[in-house]
Structure formats: structure tokens, C-alpha cells
């Protein structure tokens, strides 16, 4: 006997988003129906919770790295967006579809089952979990997203895997989530607005819970659009092909290369970083803010 559809299979509108993160944050209107946007960012950006405070990141530190601040209207902590370093896919469910769950810990139950699946489809090993219940808090989960695990977000051998937010109204619930095809989210822990000794310890955190899915971001699109039941199209602002390649878009290509280029170096292991930090510490003789600035600020600038 073949196996019974899921429930959150068909009745979709499937649609591709393309554009700056501080356009892309803003869903668009789903028109009292199913919505999925698979959202390509053009440049990149540090993405608060709707509650986050701005003073939990250096400006700047994000301004020499080319990185804008934006806030997102669900909660939850950072993100940091990447061109080509994350697959982001909003889903908005109206409050009549039988998916709908007033409860927002079960609510998200399905979009966890939904990414398990199709991350399962795309040969990736290791046991996929859905975690299930209340946030499991970290010291750094109200600022960082990929500190700590919400309901509905699915984690690889316990280290993190995808994140999800919820924003609902009297017309439905959204879902904001994304699944890490690089390890880019690390590099949070040096734009922390905090001393040397908790940078370098979220930094070691990060590095130890969090996954990334090791497969072409194209491959999970296509996987998250199957088990939707349909193929996402390109909208006015989007390209037709499935994930854009860095430097595509020509308004603005140039910055985003750049950006994702330096964001995108090897990382440096957590004891290197600090023996960095000691050196330049040793080096600003006086300055009693100097544990404020992290290794950041000795990359590259344009």
C-alpha cells in the first residue's frame, strides 16, 4: 500500500522572493491562502527578532564588515544572511486550514516534519529530530537563533539544524524558516556587543550546535518544493532559475560579492581567535573598552 500524503501536501502557492533582506523580511500579502516563498537575499545582513535589542551587536563592527541591521516582525534572536549561505523558506497558513494550531509550541510541529522530510530526500545522513515542547534556552538564545532549539526545528546528532519564527494574526500564522548550508551563523560571536571571554565562548558554542546541511543549497529547494506538492515560480523579483548564484544581480552584485566573499573565509578555530584577541589587547595599551572590538576588525575593509 502506498504511503498516505501528508497533510501539508498541496493547496500552495509557491513563489520566489529575490531582493535585500530588509525588503525580504517584510512577507507579502498571502491573499487568505496557502503561501510558500523560497526568499534568495541579494546582500547580506544581521536579521533581529522583532523584541531584539540593536545594542546586542557592535554597529560598528557590522558596518565595517558591510553588514546593515535589520528587524524582522517575528521574535527569536539573530541570523546572520548570507547570499547562497542558508535556504529560507516563509510559509503562512490561514487561521481556517486544517494545519492551523492555535497552540504556538504544536503549531510548528508540521513545518519540523515538513523539513525532515525533505532534508531526508536530499541524502542527508545522520538522525534528523524534530524537537518537541518549549524553546530549550541557552545563555545566548535570546540573541541568537541558532543558540538554543524552538518547537518545530529540526536537529541533526543535537546540534541544530534549521531555524523557525512564528509571526500570526486574526488571518493566520507564518513561519519564517531556514536550514544552514554554511557555517556563516559562527560569525555572530565576534559582532557581539560583549567582553572577549563570552565572544570566544559563543563562538565555541556555535561551533559545537549548530549543522549545516552539506548539500547544494538547488537540491533542498527542489526537495522542499516536492513535498509541497509543486514547483516555486519566479515573481517580478525573482529570477527564474532556482538558487542564485553570488554576483548574479546586477544592482547591487558587487557588494554582495564582496560581502559574502569575506564573511565566507575559512573560520578560525576558537583558540586561535583567542590568541588573536590577546594580541591585539596587548596592543590597545589604555583603551578600557578594547575587549568591546573583536577580530573583525582586523579583516579586510573596503
Known amino acids: 500500500m502506498a504511503e498516505p500524503a501528508p497533510p501539508w501536501r498541496g493547496g500552495w502557492r509557491l513563489v520566489g522572493r529575490r531582493g535585500a533582506p530588509e525588503v525580504l523580511v517584510v512577507p507579502p500579502d498571502p491573499c487568505g491562502r496557502r503561501l510558500a516563498c523560497l526568499v534568495h537575499p541579494t546582500t547580506a545582513s544581521v536579521v533581529l527578532g522583532s523584541a531584539q535589542q540593536e545594542a546586542d551587536f557592535d ?41 492551523y494550531d492555535p497552540d504556538v509550541v504544536r503549531a510548528s510541529s508540521w513545518v519540523g516534519a515538513l523539513w525532515r ?9 545522520g538522525t534528523l529530530v524534530v524537537h518537541e515542547g ?31 519564527s512564528q509571526r500570526r494574526d486574526r488571518s493566520g500564522a507564518w513561519f519564517f524558516t531556514m536550514a544552514l548550508i554554511g557555517p556563516e551563523q559562527r560569525q555572530l560571536a565576534p559582532l557581539l556587543a560583549a567582553g572577549r571571554a563570552e565572544r570566544a565562548a559563543l563562538g565555541r558554542a556555535l561551533a559545537a550546535e549548530t549543522a549545516v546541511v552539506g548539500r547544494p543549497a538547488v537540491e533542498v529547494e527542489q526537495a522542499l518544493a516536492a513535498e509541497l506538492g509543486g514547483a516555486f515560480l519566479a515573481g517580478e523579483d525573482v529570477p527564474a532559475e532556482p538558487h542564485p ?16 566573499d569575506r564573511l565566507a ?3 578560525q578555530p576558537a583558540r586561535e581567535r583567542g590568541n588573536d584577541l590577546e594580541r591585539r589587547d596587548e596592543r590597545q595599551e589604555g583603551d578600557p573598552d578594547g575587549d568591546r572590538h573583536g577580530p573583525v576588525a582586523h579583516r579586510r575593509t573596503r
Do not use: M
Open 245 to 260: 548564484r553570488q554576483g548574479d544581480d546586477e544592482a547591487g552584485a558587487g557588494k554582495a560579492e564582496q560581502t559574502a
Open 265 to 267: 573565509r575559512p573560520w
Open 117 to 125: 522530510r525533505a532534508l531526508a530526500a536530499c541524502g542527508i545522513s
Open 134 to 164: 518549549n524553546l530549550r534556552k541557552t545563555a545566548w538564545s535570546r540573541r541568537i537563533c541558532f543558540s538554543g532549539v524552538g518547537p518545530g526545528e529540526v536537529t541533526r546528532h543535537g546540534a541544530k539544524l534549521t531555524g523557525v
Open 59 to 99: 554597529a560598528g563592527l557590522c558596518a565595517a564588515e558591510g553588514l546593515s541591521l535589520v528587524r524582522r516582525p517575528s521574535g527569536g534572536g539573530a541570523v546572520l544572511i548570507v547570499p547562497g549561505a542558508q535556504v529560507w523558506l516563509d510559509l503562512f497558513l490561514p487561521v481556517a486550514d486544517p494545519l
